[in-house]
DNA sequence: ACCCAGGAGTTTG
DNA sequence: CAAACTCATGGG
């Protein structure tokens, strides 16, 4: 299947590094996740092409669903033109040369989106990713597609169900483990003192606060709902509602986005909060995508090494 | 050995 | 309210 699509740069927006989930594999060229059709697990492999975005599901889903989901996740429908002059309008022009094509990588599962970036706090990027990787492995369901393990993510009622750590798997750690080893405890899993956040926040979204209810409500409720959640603070939370829910106002901002802006305004030294109040007031809705561009930008052009420290 | 990682929670000023 | 301190743990 084919899905015609403009400004659209698939493997910059895979290695962009957003909280939302780790790259999907890649293979030769494409990149491959499991995705759920309509309840149904799905391999689906996805593929730049010229102008188009060629799909190829590895089981019998129907197309339509397929297509919006695709469609979703990498945020086809967003007319992103209107970014472009939007930036070049706020003297933003130069985030438009490094990630032209560059659009959000939306969750393909909003509780996992919630999990990788509870995990993602503190922590470096290629070690939150290889947790929720393990995660997954631990405790998701297997797919075997062509000899390759897919695994779903875990639903909250199952990871709320999970010990926190025990002496067992802490000891086999330092052993090599195969491919297909499955941990018993969060701990081994490399999230550390986050262990219980985690377990907590499933056992709530098992329990008390049904995700599906998130979407429904507007940028300022849903914060507010996230805050309450063990592990989600202000930067987590405005991953969450960008990358697991679109709130597209929504503007995380850490230490690199605060470094970045405080260069693009020297005269100001913001603090975080007084950042995430400019880019509401100046940004509006389309805060996330000028958050994800500006990231980019430094990332790209070198700024970001020369703000470190 | 030492320091930091795309912060959050808790305690203190 | 804001600043300071602590929190696991893999990787430079």
Request: aromatic content about 10%; some cysteine.
């Amino acid at each position: 299947m084919d899905i015609p699509v403009r400004e659209f740069d698939l493997e910059l927006t895979q290695e962009s590094g957003q909280t939302s989930q780790p790259p999907w594999k890649r293979v030769d060229g494409a990149f491959r996740e499991l995705l759920i059709i309509g309840g149904v697990p799905c391999p689906v492999e996805v593929r730049a092409g010229d102008e188009v975005l060629r799909v190829n599901p590895y089981s019998d889903v129907p197309r339509k669903p397929l297509k919006k989901k695709i469609e979703y996740i990498f945020d086809l429908k967003f007319e992103i033109e209107d970014l472009y002059s939007f930036l070049e309008d706020k003297g933003l022009s130069d985030t438009i040369q490094s990630s032209r094509g560059l659009r959000l990588f939306l969750a393909k599962d909003p509780f996992e989106c919630i999990i990788s970036s509870i995990a993602s706090a503190n922590c470096s990027i290629k070690r939150w990713t290889r947790a929720v990787d393990d995660i997954k492995r631990g405790w998701g369901d297997c797919h075997l597609f062509r000899g390759e393990r897919f695994y779903t993510f875990p639903s909250p009622a199952t990871l709320a169900g999970v010990e926190e750590e025990s002496l067992e798997d802490l000891q086999r750690r330092e052993d090599k483990l195969p491919d297909d080893f499955r941990f018993t405890d969060l701990r081994s899993c490399g999230v550390g003192y986050r262990a219980p956040y985690i377990r907590e926040t499933s056992r709530i979204l098992s329990e008390e606060l049904d995700i599906s209810k998130i979407h429904r409500m507007d940028y300022q409720d849903a914060r507010e709902v996230l805050l309450e959640l063990p592990g989600v603070g202000p930067k987590v939370a405005d991953c969450i509602l960008l990358y697991g829910f679109r709130k597209t106002e929504a503007f995380p901002v850490d230490v690199w986005v605060r470094r970045i802006m405080n260069h693009l305004y020297p005269d100001r030294n913001f603090s975080a909060r007084e950042i995430a109040e400019f880019a509401a007031r100046e940004y509006g809705e389309m805060a996330g995508y000028v958050q994800l561009y500006l990231f980019n930008h430094a990332r790209r052009s070198g700024l970001l090494e020369k703000l470190r420290g």
